[in-house]
């Protein structure tokens, strides 16, 4: 099984038509939260009625799994907790999101929402409690947020994590917990787009501007994950302890070099510009 994995694209058509132009590829799109831009000039409703359209899209090309993340809280519930209700409306395509638990082969899947108060939270933690119950031999969480205290979660100045995560962590063990979240992390000095905390691998794609998105190519079957973010792309041995730096791609698989083949749009030459 081969995974693509993204997080924070905040409304970027053009990132979101780059994700349908390389789905094909993948047997499982990962989109780790914060699809929404609460700071964009286009109003939240019709951002939501685009990006369903685009999810849509996507999950009539290969599976999809899709958690929320601060960006994409658009209502509150009951208890005045922030919750993301547009996301639970694209389970009806087939998609699985905040809340869902799904097995693919010996992978099992939990997928985390953003809490915002204490009712969520108690939530995903009955969650993991019974997902822990029902893991496979490999566990992936799907989380926005890294973990506090993580080269995934610098910022520069401090630490953006979630301090629960890593509790919880320490207490379930899962093999791999995939976020986004903190934009410069992979970036800057001592921070990562990878980290691991016990046994459990920590993935945080980062975030740049313009097309294709950033974004981290998980191969379960050959066990590696690669970062592919605008220039120099690394690739690490899921099988071999955590070292640094991460490794140079010398010899790019083949869906490597079809990814870097699509073509942008805008570049492209309009017909009559060859004549």
């Known amino acids: 099984m081969r995974c693509l994995i993204v997080a924070d694209l905040h409304y970027s058509l053009p990132q979101f038509d780059w994700l349908l132009a390389a789905a094909p590829r993948f047997d499982l799109v990962i989109f780790a939260g914060d699809a929404l831009d609460v700071g964009s000039f286009v109003d939240f409703r019709a951002q939501i009625v685009v990006v369903k359209k685009y999810l849509a899209l996507l999950s009539g090309i290969t599976r999809v ?129 990878y980290d691991r905390l016990g046994d459990t691998w920590v993935f945080n794609t980062g975030l740049q501007p313009g097309r294709p998105p950033v974004c981290i190519v998980l191969d379960i079957d050959e066990g590696t994950a690669f970062w592919l973010p605008a220039g120099d792309a690394r690739y690490i041995d899921l099988k071999a302890p955590l070292a640094r730096p991460a490794l140079p791609i010398v010899a790019p698989p083949p869906w490597l070099i079809a990814l870097d083949r699509i073509a942008d749009p805008i570049l492209a030459k309009p017909p009559t510009a060859a004549d």
């Open 65 to 193: 799994i899709l958690c929320s993340g601060n960006h994409d809280l658009d209502e509150r519930s009951a208890d005045g907790e922030k919750i993301a209700r547009w996301i639970g409306e694209v389970r009806e395509l087939g998609i699985a999101c905040d809340g869902d638990s799904l097995a693919i082969g010996d992978t099992f899947f939990t997928v985390c929402p953003w809490w915002d108060g204490p009712v969520v939270k108690q939530r995903l933690e009955m969650q993991l409690r019974e997902d822990s119950a029902r893991r496979l031999q490999r566990w992936i969480w799907v989380h926005h947020a890294p973990p506090a205290d993580s080269p995934t979660s610098w910022g520069g100045k401090r630490f953006f994590g979630d301090v629960d995560l890593v509790q919880w962590i320490a207490r379930y063990r899962p093999s791999m917990v995939i976020s986004g979240h903190v934009h410069q992390s992979p970036f800057i000095a001592e921070g990562s787009w």
